[in-house]
């Protein structure tokens, strides 16, 4: 499909977006930014690179080092982020903070770098570069129960949008027998798993809990999507932590005028985007549903001859957001539709001698193969109609 590539020279675990990957990334991005905006999320952009001294405040070069891409500049020590969470933790630090300014939520598409061994590598599925649609949320410990079940709610609502309607739902928590092994204390423990249950029964979602599952720092919920082909696949997760607002001293002034600790959660929705790309080409075998699609109209003119008429409706589309090229090759027709069938171009238009006569446009349908005689006008609302749907 022309949409990635890996390269040798670059590097392995590395994705180079080829144009109508990157086209696809971009919509994908805009949509989930605007939705983002819309539930009470606040979109923030931090560096790829930070000081050595930020990673040990956050632990990860005690206990993630082997995972870290790592240099030296003026003789400091630097590194490419393996995570967003210092960078969200350190806007939210920029100023005092206040119980009415929380719940306090930052969205960002933060791509980071971690090291995984050569063999673990596949695809888009395992790379060492990739982008997490990352979030952070800041808030007092009476406000986690709306939270969580906002951020269920949410993730329903935009993992719904891409087609995917069946989930499983794991909810992880810690080994009772072995306290000495997490961060946080017991109230803190009791308070977050009863938050995350509670969400899950309140919304009246089946889940298996998976004691001892949770990581050191907190419990958390997974949601795995079920595809096409009935694989489940790993995709949200909603986290606990217990660790960074005690290590980055991360509090707010309470009504009583005291210093609180805040409760943080991380949440990716949809993962590491190049993860979740592949998980949808899977999901619609390669026929991209036309909101989604990387071309949405191919123009096929009949002969050299039609070119020039073929190229004025591309453009008109084109200024109407549009996605859509020219097959000017010197095919044949019948070759020129198959091939855009083969690719699942979900539009075709066919440019003649009728169609410059006429003014209008022969459309036809992936999968449906009806030439209809449009006026490119009605084209556009049809896109448009069948992308909001
Ligand atoms: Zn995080």
Redesign the pocket.
Known sequence: MDLFSINEEIGIGLVLWHPKGAIVRKIIRDFWEEEHLKNGYQLVCTPHIARGGLWKISGHLNYYKQNMYLFEKDGEPYVVKP???PFHIQIYNSKPRSYRDLPIRYAEWGTVYRYERSGTLHGLLRVRGFTQD?A?IFCTAEQVDEEILKIIEFTEHILQKFGFHEYKMYLSTREPKEPEKYMGSEEDWKLAQKALAEALKRKEITYREMPGEAVFYGPKIDINIIGASGREWQCSTIQFDFNLPRRFNITYIGSDGKQHEVVMI?RALLGAIERFFAILIEHYRGNLPVWLAPTQVRILPIGGNYLPYAKKVHKKLQVHGIKSEVDSSSSTISYKIREAEVQNIPHMIVCGKREVKSKKISVRKHGVGSLDLLTIKELIRNIKNECNR
């Open positions: 995570m967003n969470c990352d952070h991380h």
